[in-house]
């Protein structure tokens, strides 16, 4: 069977036009306007699992909301978990951590993840390479992906202040001698990071999520449970009341 071009025109038309309306369906999130924008970034323990494990992204939020901090979490993920009122507020619940990604999976997915957002005034940039070492992947590797992933948050915006982690240990018995090795030389090497990436205009601060963290802070081998949200959560609110804009 043949058919005219005039037929075959208005075939064409008509997928255009049924294509640009399913587009109108997608709801596409508004860009933030907030001062404040903080992205929280990561891996699982930004994500978070409630009830198995927790973020330390509700208990922060509390603390800033508590101390009428204005701020807004951005990212393009959202936590499905169930979280109590605070002040008869909502839980903020976006973010930017994907449970086992490594740095190498965020550096790839950021600049698009970026595009969604909007850049931030703030990155809480946790557990730097956790990931690439439970997996015994390249260390060398892993610390020019976390270079990378900040040169994109600066370029992004100049003026981006980087807390970046000194992670939590994993649980005391996961601790093997090359996992230690691993966590030992990225502390050290987050210190670098943050002095070398530091401009005029984007600090990059190092937050001690180490010292004084203890095995009755996880929920498993690395997550944390509600007391270790709390205290990475006062780790960053500590050092977020010298950065937030009032």
């Known amino acids: ?6 037929y075959l025109i208005f075939i064409l038309l008509l997928c255009a036009l049924s294509a640009c309306n399913n587009d109108e369906d997608i709801t596409v999130k508004p860009l933030s306007t907030s001062i404040n924008k903080i992205l929280p970034l990561g891996a699982s323990r930004v994500e978070g699992a409630r009830p198995a494990y927790e973020s330390f992204r509700y208990e922060l939020w509390r603390d800033l909301k508590e101390n009428e901090f204005t701020f807004d979490f951005i990212g393009t993920q959202t936590d499905d978990g169930t979280y109590p009122l605070f ?4 839980f903020d619940t ?3 951590g994907r449970g086992g990604w490594t740095s190498g999976q965020i550096l790839d997915g950021l600049r698009n993840w970026l595009t969604e ?3 931030p ?3 809480l940039f946790s557990s730097p390479g956790g990931n690439d070492g439970l997996n015994n992947l390249s260390f060398t ?4 992906n976390i270079n990378s992933c900040i040169d994109i948050l600066q370029e992004a915006n100049p003026n981006v202040t980087i807390l970046i982690e000194q992670m939590a240990p ?7 001698v090359e996992l230690t090795n691993y966590f030992n030389q990225m502390q050290q090497e987050v210190t670098t990071i943050a002095t070398t990436q530091s401009t005029a205009t984007s600090r990059v601060i190092t937050v001690d999520m180490y010292s004084g963290f203890t095995d009755s ?3 498993d081998d690395v997550h944390y449970n509600q007391a270790g949200a709390a205290f990475i959560a006062e780790r960053y609110y500590e050092a977020l009341q010298t950065v937030l804009v009032r």
């Open 1 to 6: 069977m043949r058919y005219s071009n005039t």
């Open 87 to 90: 002040n008869n507020e909502t």
């Open 94 to 96: 976006d973010h930017e």
């Open 117 to 119: 957002t909007g850049a």
């Open 121 to 123: 005034d703030i990155v």
């Open 141 to 144: 590797k892993a610390v020019e």
């Open 170 to 176: 994993g649980r005391t018995d996961i601790m093997t």
């Open 217 to 219: 802070l996880l929920a």
